[in-house]
């Protein structure tokens, strides 16, 4: 279902000079996510496509693009790999994909702070930025392939999440350029609170085209596997280590039975029937770290030093939505689930709903930051069986008090965000004044149409 | 009032080949500390003196020290700099006193972890750990002159500890060597958990002699001073600091008018009747932390970069106890309290102490994690009147639930304490069966004898 009330050889023509994808299958796959982790999702944006791949390899070539887009009035799709789970870039009406994963250069990098194209891959650069002992602040798990442009686009936060909070967090994105879709496009360069317009809007607010990004000390992470008796001594183990200021730590993901059952690779240290911890720490703070794990009665199943973590697969594989990932890959009939917890080190309804909705809906938590506290954000594991059913059990956690994020929309504001800020809206007409930047994903803009 | 039962001349005959001072003028100057700016202490311990001083300069020194002390059943007193402010190691009944200052090795520094001997000055520690890109965790506003093994026995937290909490927390002390005060001395190495029973006892405990620490990473910290209207907002601000995850900050000191008024020495960035904030933040996260001020509609009116900072004064010189340092040079009428606040965004009983009191009690906070969470600790600047009225003010903070962590006493339990964990007591027992280190601090051994 692409869009064929446009001329595409024209446009095509138009943009002789510049990498060009026409061939149906390529662009059908440079047209697509994983928005498939949803099964309300696969029929709605199964048959989705685009009609022309384009990969620039400058911001000249950019603003070319834009420009022609908005003389033929078609719509474009920006994408980096395409590792998102929402159908962030699948296009609904057709368009132009523009593939930005060969925008990869490292404009500068200085102790802390760099300025990056979008199409660079988070693991590319943090393997340069680390020569000189700098790392991104948080990463998706999607880290070897995802880029940085589409994390920001259509990302929240993930490993690294634990000691910074999220992307949309102040200070976590210092500024953003983006090339707009105006008659003549143009760069606008948004800095400070300014960048909320464009953070996280799946590419409807212009096409970023630079990104200056605050980075973490690259510290050496040993990669920890522990392993509880029980379910919610490991959540409280995942509580206290987020609360343990004395410990410097990049990912603490919680899992209850039978989820580590999932994880065929690990399954030599993950014993039938546990509750585990996925953790990465600093490894000079590997000793008091066990002392905390003692204190919960947890077993060490898997320990790497750093040096030895970077080879092979990185425990970071297995968490954040990869632990979706490697559930399907067992058994297709699972989904998941995204909730943000309320601050409470007890976690009581965290506890509540482990025990309201049992292997229904299997208990994965990765703690993080929120506005200076250590909550317990789920990707639960769900067992599904009907939408209305999916829909009772996002219903039953709204109503006891958690937020639902549902990955289950391709509407930006029935995911996360539940609004549109109306300053987001006021700079899409700014910069897309003619709707044409992935259209169909925000509702605030197709109501103006009506 | 030293002790004259004890037979010095044979002591120092003993001790041949260490360092020992007896003049004394000298003597008296080393056995004292900043318990002075507590009027309640300062009747009861302007005229204790030691009987000796020695300086070893090595743990073979110490141990002999040790089993001279043993033989004689002469106390023992600890110091490093005397910087303390409670009398920690003023001799309440003569002795030996133990200057640690020219124990000043570092046995090794890696990336993230040190070991050390106890009379290294932190500030010069410092300098030597920047050149591979790392610092201490927390240090006092004393911190030019302080020692490392001062710090751990008589401190608590300080510059650093809005990030990585107080020295008590679990990871921010690796492990310490005691020598013990057995007929034979020995060295006993308390690791993980088990530091508990040394840390913060005031030299009770056995002789510090090396120290594992963890260390942070030495970004260029900006010094900043932002001036408020008010000072509720100037508190919410700092509250917002400190929660802010995505802004990398080492100090966030708030200071009620009039206080701002005794730092003569930043008078020209200090309006009259203003309050303030005194920050130190990553160079590199200045610019969305200028977006924060601008929140909260602060005004800058002092800025330093890293390298400026590292020349003439820095900024955390006002901080901590140096704030009542600089207020007692302005009236020595004024003493101070200590107090943490409970964890409350909207810092509600904080508000209601800061009108409750009014100039009385000036209001000075120092925000830090505790257990994850930021928490405004308040060292208020007091006009006092009388023991009765502090003890007041100390209640009334009790009873609408304020931590006291009473300054105004030498006694290890009424101080911040509380009461010593039974765990320290038996170790007590243990390395210091006599009860000859630094007697009369430490109550439940002093009732033992009852």
Redesign the interface.
């Known amino acids: 279902m692409n869009n064929q009330s446009l001329d595409w050889s024209a446009i095509a023509q138009a943009l002789v000079g510049i990498e060009t994808i026409t061939d149906p299958t390529q662009v059908a796959k440079l047209s697509t996510d994983y928005y498939h982790f949803s099964p309300v999702l696969q029929p709605l944006l199964k048959d989705k496509t685009g009609d022309l791949v384009v990969r620039p390899s400058s911001i000249a070539e950019i603003l070319k693009i834009a420009q022609v887009c908005v003389q033929h009035k078609a719509p474009l799709i920006v994408r980096g790999s395409g590792t998102g789970n929402y159908g962030q870039c699948i296009p609904l009406q057709g368009g132009l994909i523009l593939d930005l994963t060969k925008m990869t250069k490292i404009n500068w990098l ?4 760099t300025s990056v194209e979008p199409g660079i891959k988070l693991a590319a650069f943090d393997k340069q930025a680390r020569e000189i ?1 700098w790392e991104w ?1 948080m990463v998706p798990s999607t880290y070897r392939t995802a880029t940085i442009g589409g994390f920001i686009a259509g990302g929240s936060g993930g490993i690294g999440s634990v ?3 999220q992307l949309r ?4 994105i ?1 500024a953003l350029k983006v090339v707009t879709m105006e008659d003549a496009p143009r760069i606008v360069e948004l ?3 300014a960048i909320k317009k464009v953070n996280h809007n799946y590419g409807t607010n212009g096409i970023i085209v630079e990104l200056e990004m ?2 973490a ?1 690259a ?2 992470w040993a990669e920890v596997i522990v392993t509880f008796g029980d379910f919610m001594t490991a959540a409280k183990f995942g509580q206290a280590l ?7 730590k990049k990912l603490v993901s919680i899992f209850a039975d039978p989820i580590p059952s999932y994880f065929t690779a690990l399954r030599n240290h993950l014993p039938p029937g546990c509750h585990c911890a996925l953790v990465m720490v ?4 590997l ?6 794990v003692k204190q919960f009665d947890g077993e060490i199943t898997y320990q790497k030093a750093a040096q030895e973590a970077t080879k092979g697969t990185s425990l970071l594989e297995f968490t954040w939505n990869h632990t979706t990932l490697h559930a399907r890959s067992v058994d297709t009939n699972l989904t998941y689930l995204q909730t943000l917890f309320p601050a409470d080190k007890n976690l009581t309804l965290l506890e509540h709903m482990f025990h309201h909705f049992g292997e229904e809906v299997m208990m994965h938590l990765e703690f993080l ?1 929120v ?4 909550v317990p954000a789920a990707l639960q594991v769900v067992r599904y069986s009907t939408e209305a059913r999916l829909k009772e059990i996002i219903k039953y956690h709204e109503d006891q008090g958690a937020f639902i994020a549902n990955p289950h929309t391709y509407i930006l504001e029935d995911g996360g965000s539940k609004a549109i800020d109306p300053l987001q809206l006021e700079f899409k007409k700014l910069v897309d004044p003619y709707g044409l930047m992935n259209p169909g994903k925000m509702r605030a803009w197709e109501a103006l149409k009506v």
Chains 1, 2 share one sequence.
């Open positions: 200085k102790p802390g702070l002992g602040r000691t910074y909070g967090d102040r200070g976590n210092h800095r400070g609170d605050p980075l000390p510290h050496p987020g609360d343990a200021d004395g410990l410097i600093a490894e000079f703070c000793e008091p770290f066990l002392e905390l930051q506005q200076g506290q250590t």
